[in-house]
């Protein structure tokens, strides 16, 4: 497939075309051809750092022409098993990890989450966070959760979160079981965590993230339960292949044992 858009955000015009490809690049080898005023030049879907500083373009790529719905998806989920258990949503405090520009956050306020705290390991997502979606997180940190500095870590310990998201950024050399362990163990217990994975990488033999084992022994041994599971196409790669993930909503019961870890990388 073939395709060129152009988009008038903000101020910043640009185009994006993706290229004729024979046959289904891996989603973190995508890429497509972006053209901004006189210069043209390749953009690596998974290099979101370019992507970030473009206004418009994480969107444009993603939402727009790639159709990814994850983000409704979750916290649709997530909302459906708050109202089953009677929990208010105004009552979340939520930490979304991996939060990008905002697109989650931004869906968590529309179900009337008011206290979020996002964190990305790149400062661009912080800056475009800042820029696109002001209003939705309350503090951003742009650190690296398996070697944070000392006042994140601290500011992270003391704020009282409730809820874990983290969506579309489990695998593919993004939050590895350490970065999401130390995440999930911020959270109180009992709490809430929602988050998605690609398919392939919760089914034994297929995955090399650690996620499928990791999830599974949260599960076995009463560290998470899982509430609603969904499977559902997250996006359209740029042949048009649907490409699925599972989408789950679940209670933190327990923090992870962090003598687990090793197992898992
Ligand atoms: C596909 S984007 C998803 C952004 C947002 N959650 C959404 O759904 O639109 C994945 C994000 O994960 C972030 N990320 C990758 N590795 C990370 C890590 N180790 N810790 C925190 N964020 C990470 C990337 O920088 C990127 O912003």
Sequence with gaps: MSK????EHTDVVFSVRFPNVDETLDQDKEWCWLTLGDERRRVRFHDYNEVYQVPGLY???????????????????????????????????????????????ERLKFMGVSELVGIDIIKEAKMAAERDRPDVY?????EDLTDLNP?????????????L????????????????TQ???????????????????????NDDTGFCKLI??????????ILAQER??????????????IAIAAKKLKDIPKEWLPEFE
């Design 4 to 7: 060129s858009n152009s988009l």
């Design 59 to 105: 969107e444009k790529i993603f939402y727009e022409m790639l159709k990814c719905n994850s983000p409704e998806v979750v916290c649709r989920l997530l909302d459906g098993e708050l109202k089953k258990a009677g929990f208010d949503a105004r009552k979340l405090n939520v930490l979304d990890v991996g939060a990008g520009n905002g697109m989650v956050g």
């Design 138 to 142: 309350k503090d951003y940190f742009a």
């Design 151 to 163: 006042e994140t870590h601290q500011a992270l310990e003391t704020e009282p979160f409730n809820c």
């Design 165 to 180: 998201t983290t969506v579309a950024a489990l695998g593919f050399g993004d939050i590895p079981p350490r970065a999401f």
């Design 183 to 205: 995440a999930y163990n911020y959270i109180a217990s009992p709490g809430w965590c929602a988050f998605n994975i690609k398919e392939s990488f919760l089914s034994e033999g």
């Design 216 to 225: 599974r022994k949260m599960s076995r041994e009463g560290v998470l339960e």
């Design 232 to 245: 559902y196409q997250h996006r359209i790669a740029i042949d048009g292949a649907p490409l699925h993930y």
